[in-house]
């Protein structure tokens, strides 16, 4: 699995990073906490708010239905009792989906929408870590493909993807729970164990070495775990400032 990712892209923001997987691009900016309004105030814990933008045209039905499950899971990790009566915003927007091979050039935009669900979630969690909001655990997602003869693929093109029997959408915490499964399609127990062992594999576990660059953008090799990945990504971010404090002194 081939990501890319960088920390801090965006000046003005609290918090913000970039990732790509997979063909599609997603920028991602925190503000927060800040003051919310009071008619949408919680008395105990904060209100976590999610805006998905598409690359193109504006927001509907399909991304208020990705809101609703992002903010589900944000909320989940997020230790939202820490600020109470104050609103963290998280806003999302998709700047580059898959280029179609010839082979695909007179599809439409395939109808799931889970293939997007995973680089927002996952670009999500960056920002959140990039603007200091404390969470409970990290969490990595992956996009696991299963064609009509019962094969995975954790990697699907849109042309695999239109045609897959079934899709599914895992994230799991750094402990190794099961937060989020979202799935299309026809499948038996025996499949959805196999996904899941897969999808545990693809997000947890690491077969290969992360290295950082300067700018605090890193790609990762097809056999790196997405955790391993996002590891790497942030620490290279707090060496990076270790190295200008230390100037400083």
């Known amino acids: 699995m081939v990501s890319e990712g960088t920390l801090l892209p965006l000046q003005r923001a609290d918090g913000s990073a970039s990732y790509s997987w997979n063909g599609y691009s997603v920028l991602a900016a925190v503000n927060g906490p800040v003051d919310v309004q009071r008619r949408d105030e919680l008395p105990e814990e904060s209100a976590v708010d999610v805006i998905v933008r598409p690359a193109a045209g504006i927001g509907g039905v399909r991304e208020r239905h990705l809101e609703?499950?992002?903010?589900?899971?944000?909320?989940?990790?997020?230790?939202?009792?820490?600020?109470?009566?104050?609103?963290?915003?998280?806003?999302?927007?998709?700047?580059?989906?898959?280029?179609?091979?010839?082979?695909?050039?007179?599809?439409?935009?395939?109808?799931?929408?889970?293939?997007?669900?995973?680089?927002?979630?996952?670009?999500?969690?960056?920002?959140?870590?990039?603007?200091?909001?404390?969470?409970?655990?990290?969490?990595?997602?992956?996009?696991?493909?299963?064609?009509?003869?019962?094969?995975?693929?954790?990697?699907?093109?849109?042309?695999?993807?239109?045609?897959?029997?079934?899709?599914?959408?895992l994230a799991f915490s750094s402990h190794g729970r099961l937060l989020v499964?979202?799935?299309?399609?026809?499948?038996?127990?025996?499949?959805?164990?196999?996904?899941?062992?897969?999808?545990?594999?693809?997000?947890?576990?690491?077969?290969?070495?992360?290295?950082?660059?300067?700018?605090?953008?890193?790609?990762?090799g097809s056999d790196v775990a997405v955790e391993s990945f996002v590891r790497a990504l942030v620490g290279d971010q707090v060496a990076t400032s270790r190295q200008w404090k230390e100037a400083l002194r």
């Not at 959805?192 to 660059?213: I, L, N």
Request: hydrophobic content about 40%.
């Open 181 to 220: 499964a979202e799935s299309e399609g026809l499948f038996d127990m025996d499949t959805w164990e196999r996904v899941t062992e897969e999808g545990s594999r693809q997000c947890r576990d690491s077969a290969g070495s992360m290295h950082g660059k300067d700018d605090m953008s890193i790609d990762s």
């Open 68 to 169: 609703t499950i992002i903010q589900r899971t944000l909320r989940h990790i997020i230790l939202v009792a820490s600020h109470p009566r104050k609103l963290i915003q998280i806003t999302l927007q998709v700047t580059g989906t898959p280029e179609h091979d010839s082979k695909s050039e007179n599809l439409t935009q395939a109808s799931s929408n889970l293939q997007i669900l995973p680089p927002l979630l996952q670009a999500s969690v960056l920002a959140l870590l990039s603007a200091s909001i404390p969470l409970t655990v990290l969490i990595t997602s992956v996009l696991v493909a299963v064609d009509i003869d019962g094969n995975l693929n954790h990697n699907p093109s849109p042309v695999e993807i239109s045609s897959a029997a079934s899709l599914h959408v």
